[in-house]
């Protein structure tokens, strides 16, 4: 009984550790015109997805984009000079 406890312990420890070592970060996916529309609407933010970058214990990363279907802003309008 006195060795099962400290074997235990040392399982939940490596278990622990090797769950912190692969590590998932996500940030949204953002064109320039939601940017500015985030700066002037804190409370009602806009992005189109999220993208994710895992590291693996070993180092190695991978990132996936997963994209909503939300429409693209509208291209901001342009000055026509008149003759």
Do not use: C, W
Not at 9 to 22: H, K, P, R, T
Not at 28 to 47: A, E, G, L, Q, R
Request: aromatic share 2%; net charge positive; no cysteine.
């Amino acid at each position: 009984m006195k060795k099962i406890i400290p074997i235990l312990l040392v399982l939940m420890g490596a278990a622990i550790f090797s769950a912190s070592a692969q590590e998932t970060k996500t940030k949204p996916v953002t064109t320039p015109t939601d940017k500015v529309h985030n700066v002037i609407h804190k409370h009602h933010k806009i992005s189109h997805g999220r993208k994710y970058v895992h590291k693996s214990a070993v180092g190695k990363k991978t990132e996936a984009e997963v994209r909503t279907t939300k429409t693209e802003a509208a291209a901001p309008k342009k000055k026509i000079k008149k003759d």
